[in-house]
């Protein structure tokens, strides 16, 4: 069973599958049942994986993404050359949580803007300024100075 990505979920994937490596290779044979079973143990160790479509497999790389897909009960969440990001969210445990998809919480609410009291600095008004008295070193005081 395949699941739709709203466009931010694959935004979201893409992102945590940038820096992986490809899992799984595709050679000249296409999509094999030792192929799917392959994918489907790296689906079930990781969630997000990346498969390398070989130079000789047969067919178009989105045709061969979405089939392995179909096979794995995967999504595409992208194909870029001939890199294609497979996502299978586990039932039990799942380690990556989609947004928008209820299990992720919601952020918690800004709290209330205290009201300030009467003469206290206005948010974005300039300080005011102070004068300090000049700091004198003792070594730098003469003793007629003093």
Same mark, same amino acid.
């Given at each position: 069973?395949?699941?739709?990505?709203?466009?931010?979920?694959?935004? #979201? %994937? @893409?992102?945590?599958?940038?820096?992986?490596?490809?899992?799984?290779?595709?050679?000249?044979?296409?999509?094999?049942?030792?192929?799917?079973?392959?994918?489907?143990?790296? %689906?079930?160790?990781?969630?997000?994986? @990346?498969?390398?479509?070989?130079?000789?497999?047969?067919? !178009? &790389?989105?045709?061969?993404?979405?089939?392995?897909?179909?096979?794995?009960?995967?999504?595409?969440?992208?194909?870029?050359? &001939?890199?294609?990001?497979? #996502? &299978?969210?586990?039932?039990?445990?799942?380690?990556?949580?989609?947004?928008?998809?209820?299990?992720?919480?919601?952020?918690?609410?800004?709290?209330?803007?205290? !009201?300030? @009291?009467?003469?206290?600095?206005? +948010?974005?008004?300039?300080? +005011? @300024?102070? +004068?300090?008295?000049?700091?004198?070193?003792?070594?730098?005081?003469?003793?007629?100075?003093?």
């Amino acid at each position: 069973m395949t699941i739709t990505l709203s466009s931010r979920q694959r935004q #979201y %994937l @893409k992102s945590l599958g940038h820096h992986l490596s490809p899992v799984v290779h595709m050679g000249h044979h296409g999509v094999t049942d030792q192929l799917s079973s392959e994918t489907e143990r790296g %689906l079930d160790a990781h969630e997000l994986i @990346k498969v390398k479509l070989g130079e000789h497999a047969p067919g !178009e &790389r989105f045709a061969l993404a979405e089939a392995l897909a179909k096979g794995t009960g995967a999504s595409v969440v992208q194909v870029i050359g &001939r890199v294609a990001l497979l #996502y &299978r969210g586990r039932k039990v445990d799942p380690t990556i949580s989609l947004p928008g998809d209820g299990s992720v919480p919601p952020k918690a609410p800004k709290p209330a803007v205290k !009201e300030e @009291k009467a003469g206290a600095a206005k +948010k974005g008004a300039p300080a +005011k @300024k102070t +004068k300090k008295a000049p700091v004198v070193d003792p070594q730098d005081v003469w003793p007629d100075d003093v």
